[in-house]
């Protein structure tokens, strides 16, 4: 028998805010003044690359491995294109698959030197100057938070326009409150951002606990018979597009209630939770729930809609194929997937569960993969998740926790 979930949970500050402090303090020069800085390794990475690329030191070409990090790719990306040296930015062979050519192609439009539109590039870096640049902002929102994070920097300041359908937007607007935290003057206009060339303030910044990882608790609870979780530092006004966790669990049953020290999470009664017809989710603007609430709709055999997923192919791994081939060694469900949708329905459990049979979950070197199947050991004694180190990037201390309550 599993714990109860009962307790208090200290969740990891988060990676996005991190990184992007990092960032900004790297382009002012002054050294960062944060409290709660993620220690995920993408961070701790994050930190180290910007270190190397900055010690007086190196020898040219310089290679900076990025490994699994998209974020840390994208970012040191714009930062290596304006800094002067060449720069060989490279990562593992999954995220030399990853879209990096909208991010190139914008940058290129500014004076960049850069000899590929994916990974490993060459980067023969030198001085911008800014001005005004078209983005595809379709793929990530992360190509724009790139270039904003520069911008101040650049003698011209930046125009950016966004065209395609922009994605993930709430992460967009994340870097710029963060920008305007540190002295930045941004202006918005539909889908066009400009940028005022202005030196960043040195100021401390108070790093958010992180609603991606978040996610995972309200998973559980939303499988738990009962029980009652505070989880730490959540904030109801938070900048992090994934506190739109609290709405979408709200679907399947779990109840949030914000206090002084964070919020508390319970399961609502089983009465009160009854679809009798498909339940929708998007996922245009928070990508990363899409684990968690992907898993919880299977284990509940609740009939789902899923839309807005096509970006979910492309980050650690394909997060859509990765979760049908592994849940179907638990489930049996009719899957219905077009470009941009998936539809769910009849589920139910498959032979392995009646027969007792152990299972093992791949997770294909991906962090939310591993976090999203961690809930199902809680409800089936004979299931087990590989590669467990791999929730290192953005959760070091998830197993530990995780363990509290086995």
Not at 266 to 278: A, D, G, V
Request: with cysteine; charged share 20%.
């Amino acid at each position: 028998m599993t714990k109860p979930l009962q307790g208090t949970v200290d969740l990891p500050g988060s990676k996005s805010e991190s990184n992007r402090a990092l960032m900004i303090a790297a382009y002012s020069g002054f050294p960062l003044e944060a409290n709660n800085l993620s220690e995920a390794h993408d961070t701790v990475l994050l930190q180290a690359l910007l270190k190397q690329v900055n010690s007086p030191n190196t020898s040219e070409p310089v290679v900076v491995d990025c490994e699994d990090a998209g974020t840390v790719a994208r970012f040191m990306m714009t930062y290596l294109a304006g800094k002067p040296g060449t720069w060989v930015l490279t990562g593992t062979e999954r995220l030399c698959q990853r879209p990096m050519a909208p991010l190139v192609d914008a940058l290129r439009q500014l004076g960049a030197e850069i000899d590929t539109v994916a990974l490993p590039a060459v980067i023969h870096g030198k001085e911008l100057g800014g001005g005004s640049v078209i983005l595809d902002a379709s793929q990530s929102s992360q190509f724009a938070s790139s270039l904003l994070m520069a911008a101040p920097t650049w003698k011209d300041g930046l125009r950016l326009g966004l065209k395609g359908n922009p994605v993930s937007m709430p992460y967009l607007e994340m870097t710029v409150k963060m920008m305007e935290h540190f002295g930045a003057h941004v202006m918005r206009n539909a889908n066009e951002i400009v940028v005022a060339p202005q030196y960043y303030r040195s100021r401390l910044f108070e790093v958010s606990s992180d609603w991606s990882a978040a996610s995972y608790w309200y998973e559980m609870m939303a499988l738990d018979d009962g029980g009652e979780l505070l989880l730490k530092g959540l904030k109801s006004d938070s900048m992090q597009g994934d506190s739109a966790a609290v709405e979408m669990f709200s679907k399947l049953g779990v109840k949030s209630e914000f206090v002084e020290t964070g919020v508390l999470i319970s399961r609502l009664s089983q009465e009160k939770t009854t679809h009798l017809q498909p339940v929708v989710f998007d996922f245009k603007n928070v990508p990363d729930l899409f684990p968690a609430i992907f898993v919880t709709c299977v284990a509940l055999h609740i009939n789902s809609v899923f839309n807005s997923i096509s970006t979910l192919y492309n980050k650690e791994s394909d997060r859509i194929n990765s979760l049908f081939i592994e849940l179907q060694k638990l489930y049996t469900f009719i899957n219905i997937v077009s470009d941009d949708s998936i539809i769910i329905k009849e589920i139910s459990l498959t032979g392995n569960w009646y027969n007792n049979k152990n299972v093992i979950f791949n997770t294909y070197h991906d962090h939310r993969i591993a976090m999203a199947l961690a809930s199902l050991s809680r409800k089936f004694k004979n299931v087990t998740v590989d590669n467990h180190d791999v929730v290192n990037k953005s959760y070091p201390g998830f197993w530990r926790q995780f363990l509290n309550f086995i």
